[in-house]
C-alpha cells in the first residue's frame, strides 16, 4: 500500500518569489509519483509526473520535481511565482505494476500568491 | 481534441434518494476511475474499469456502484445517499497500462 503526505496545508508566498510545495511517499514497492493542480471549481490537471529515467521532471510553465528515492520525496518547485499560479496542488502515488494503478493522493496544499 | 467530461454539472439530492451520474472518456482511452473528493481533502479512490471489467474498488460501501459501457463511457451510482455523500465526483480516464490520468471537470453533488 501506498500513502502520501504533504505537510503544509497552506503555504503563503509573494509574487516572483520561489516557492517549494513539500510531498513525501511512503510505499514497499517501486511507484510512479505525480502533482496535479486544481483550481477553483475546477478538475484535476496534471502538472508534472514521474515514470522513470531521469530524476528531475519539468513542466512547460515553469515548476520542476526531483525524485529523492533515499528520502522519498518528491517536492515541486518554482523559481519565481506568479498570481496565476494560486491553486490547490495534490501530489500523488501510484505503485508499479499494481493491478489498478489507482493514484493515492496527498491532502494538498494552498498555494497562495500574494501581489 | 475533447477531454473528459462529465454531467451533469451539479446536482442537488435528498438523503436515501439515488443518483447517476456520467462520464466520457477521451477517445481513445480504455480506462475510466472515478474518485470522491469531499471539501479540502485529497481525491479518494472509489473504483477503476478497464474494457468495461472492473479492475479495482476502494473502500467505498456497496452503496456505490458502477459500470462501463461499450464505447468506454462510465456510469457511477450511489443509492441510498447520505450527507456525507456530498463530495465533488471526479472521473478520470487513461488509454492503457499507461499510468497518466487525465481527469475531467467533475460533478458536484450536495445530499441536503
Known amino acids: 500500500a501506498q500513502s502520501v503526505t504533504q505537510l503544509d496545508s497552506q503555504v503563503p508566498v509573494f509574487e516572483e518569489a520561489p516557492v517549494e510545495l513539500r510531498c513525501n511517499y511512503s510505499s514497499s514497492v517501486s511507484v510512479y509519483l505525480f502533482w496535479y493542480v486544481q483550481y477553483p471549481n475546477q478538475g484535476l490537471q496534471l502538472l508534472l509526473k514521474?515514470?522513470?529515467?531521469?530524476?528531475l521532471v519539468e513542466s512547460i510553465n515553469g515548476f520542476e520535481a526531483e525524485f529523492n528515492k533515499s528520502q522519498t520525496s518528491f517536492h515541486l518547485r518554482k523559481p519565481s511565482v506568479h498570481i496565476s499560479d494560486t491553486a490547490e496542488y495534490f501530489c500523488a502515488v501510484s505503485g508499479v505494476g499494481g493491478a489498478t494503478n489507482k493514484l493515492i493522493f496527498g491532502t494538498g496544499t494552498l498555494l497562495a500568491v500574494q501581489p | 481534441d475533447a477531454g473528459v467530461t462529465q454531467s451533469p454539472t451539479h446536482l442537488i439530492k435528498t438523503r436515501g434518494q439515488q443518483v447517476t451520474l456520467r462520464c466520457s472518456p477521451i477517445s481513445g482511452h480504455k480506462s475510466v476511475s472515478w474518485y470522491q473528493q469531499v471539501l479540502g481533502q485529497g481525491p479518494q479512490f472509489i473504483f477503476q474499469y478497464y474494457e468495461k471489467e472492473e479492475r479495482g474498488r476502494g473502500n467505498f460501501p456497496d452503496r456505490f456502484s458502477a459500470r462501463q459501457f461499450p464505447n468506454y463511457s462510465s456510469e457511477l451510482n450511489v443509492n441510498a445517499l447520505l450527507l456525507g455523500d456530498s463530495a465533488l465526483y471526479l472521473c478520470a480516464s487513461r488509454m492503457d497500462r499507461v499510468n497518466e490520468q487525465y481527469f475531467g471537470p467533475g460533478t458536484r453533488l450536495t445530499v441536503t
Open positions: 514521474y515514470l522513470s529515467g531521469s530524476t
